[in-house]
Every structure is written in structure tokens, then in C-alpha cells.
């Protein structure tokens, strides 16, 4: 009897392949629909896929904080009192 041999090309995922697709998910800790969202935008390059998840972890890191408005600032400001220390002269 001949098996069939499978090809595996090392940097192409293959999502057919169950085992492949668990390895590579671990591996990048993505959810299985994330990665075929992945999969849809770049492509089944290992390289693409990895470089999109960096990406996306980047944006999510770099989201800036609220920064409240000018007019905000400007009253709380004016709310502030200031408490100036008193020399203690001996």
C-alpha cells in the first residue's frame, strides 16, 4: 500500500491542517476566529500573520489615555488653592 506523502510547506499555514492551526494559535495566543480574520486580510504566510498580530497588539498598547478638555483643565485650576509653608524661625 502507498501513503501518500503531505507536503508541508514550513512557512504557509495550512488551515485545513487542525493540528498546524492549534500549534500556531498557542503559539500566538489568538482565538481561532481571530486568526481566520487574520488569515482573510494578509494571506496564509506565517510571517504576514505574526507581523498582523504585532501590529495589533501595538495598537491596542499605544491607545493615549483621555486627556480632558482645555476648559476642564482651566477650572480645576482655578479650584486649586495653593499652600505656601511657613519659615520656622526659632
Given at each position: 500500500?502507498?501513503?501518500?506523502?503531505r507536503?508541508?510547506?514550513?512557512?504557509?499555514l495550512?488551515?485545513?491542517?487542525?493540528?498546524?492551526v492549534?500549534?500556531?494559535?498557542?503559539?500566538?495566543?489568538v482565538?481561532?476566529?481571530d486568526l481566520?480574520?487574520i488569515?482573510?486580510?494578509?494571506?496564509?504566510?506565517i510571517?504576514?500573520?505574526?507581523?498582523?498580530i504585532?501590529?495589533?497588539?501595538?495598537?491596542?498598547?499605544?491607545?493615549?489615555?483621555?486627556?480632558p478638555?482645555?476648559?476642564?483643565?482651566d477650572?480645576?485650576?482655578?479650584?486649586e488653592?495653593?499652600?505656601?509653608?511657613?519659615?520656622v524661625?526659632?
Open positions: 500500500m502507498h501513503r501518500q506523502n507536503r508541508f510547506i514550513r512557512n504557509r495550512d488551515l485545513k491542517d487542525r493540528v498546524q492549534r500549534v500556531l494559535r498557542r503559539r500566538l495566543r482565538s481561532e476566529a481566520n480574520a488569515v482573510q486580510k494578509v494571506g496564509n504566510s510571517a504576514g500573520i505574526s507581523k498582523e504585532a501590529l495589533r497588539r501595538a495598537k491596542t498598547i499605544e491607545t493615549p489615555l483621555e486627556i478638555s482645555a476648559a476642564v483643565i477650572v480645576a485650576t482655578e479650584c488653592t495653593v499652600v505656601v509653608p511657613v519659615p524661625t526659632v
